[in-house]
T-cell receptor
Framework: LAKTTQPISMDSYEGQEVNITCSHN???????ITWYQQFPSQGPRFIIQ???TKVTNEVASLFIPADRKSSTLSLPRVSLSDTAVYYC????????FGRGTSLIVHP | DAGVIQSPRHEVTEMGQEVTLRCKPI?????LFWYRQTMMRGLELLIY????????DSGMPEDRFSAKMPNASFSTLKIQPSEPRDSAVYFC????????????FGPGTRLTVL
C-alpha cells in the first residue's frame, strides 16, 4: 500500500497562495492522487484528484511531477474559511487518510 | 441527492451498553466505508464493503465491533459492549468507485461512552 507523508501543520495569511506537498514514494502505476478537506465537526470533502502533470478546478490546483512520488495541492489566495485539515490520499485498495495537514489562515 | 445519511448524530451511552450506528449511502454507490476519528489516532478506516460484501475489516478494533450491510441502501456499525475508549466521531462514506477514488462522507455520529 502506498504510504503518504505530509506536514502536520501550516500557517498562512489571507490572500496568500498555500502549497501543501505530499510524499508518496511507493505509489503504484494505477494509483490516482486525491485530496480532501475537513472542517471541524464535518466529514472530509473531496477537493481534487489527478494522475499526472497538473489538474485545476474552481477550488484548487494539483501538481504532480513526472515520477509521481509527490504531489502539491495549491490553494490560491486563501481566506479564513480555508482553515481546515487537508488529507492526501493515494487511491489504492484500502484508503488510508493519515493525519492530514492542519492549515490555519490568519487575518 | 441527500448525500450520505447517518443516524443518530449524537449518542451518549453508559459503559457496557450496546450502540448501533446507522448509515444510508448515496443511491447507486457500490462501496461503503466506516471510519473512526479521534484526536489521538486521526481518521482510521474500520471496514470497507463492496457490493454489500465486507472486503476488509482489518481496521475493526476488536470483537466488540461488528458491521453489516444487508442491502445496498443500509449499513450498521454495532459496538457491544461499549467502553469509554470507544468515544469518537464515526463517519460513514460511500463511493461509486470500488477502488475508493472519490468518497462522499456523511456528517458523522459523535459517540460518547460514559
Amino acid at each position: 500500500l502506498a504510504k503518504t507523508t505530509q506536514p502536520i501543520s501550516m500557517d498562512s495569511y489571507e490572500g496568500q497562495e498555500v502549497n501543501i506537498t505530499c510524499s508518496h514514494n511507493n505509489i503504484a502505476t494505477n494509483d490516482y492522487i486525491t485530496w480532501y478537506q475537513q472542517f471541524p465537526s464535518q466529514g472530509p470533502r473531496f477537493i481534487i484528484q489527478g494522475y499526472k502533470t497538473k489538474v485545476t478546478n474552481e477550488v484548487a490546483s494539483l501538481f504532480i511531477p513526472a515520477d509521481r512520488k509527490s504531489s502539491t495541492l495549491s490553494l490560491p489566495r486563501v481566506s479564513l474559511s480555508d482553515t481546515a485539515v487537508y488529507y492526501c490520499l493515494v487511491r489504492s485498495y484500502i484508503p488510508t487518510f493519515g493525519r492530514g495537514t492542519s492549515l490555519i489562515v490568519h487575518p | 441527492d441527500a448525500g450520505v445519511i447517518q443516524s443518530p448524530r449524537h449518542e451518549v451511552t453508559e459503559m457496557g451498553q450496546e450502540v448501533t450506528l446507522r448509515c444510508k449511502p448515496i443511491s447507486g454507490h457500490n462501496s461503503l466505508f466506516w471510519y473512526r476519528q479521534t484526536m489521538m489516532r486521526g481518521l482510521e478506516l474500520l471496514i470497507y464493503f463492496n457490493n454489500n460484501v465486507p472486503i476488509d475489516d482489518s481496521g475493526m478494533p476488536e470483537d466488540r465491533f461488528s458491521a453489516k450491510m444487508p442491502n445496498a441502501s443500509f449499513s450498521t456499525l454495532k459496538i457491544q459492549p461499549s467502553e469509554p475508549r470507544d468515544s469518537a466521531v464515526y463517519f460513514c462514506a460511500s463511493s461509486p468507485d470500488s477502488l475508493a477514488g472519490k468518497q462522499f462522507f456523511g456528517p458523522g455520529t459523535r459517540l460518547t461512552v460514559l
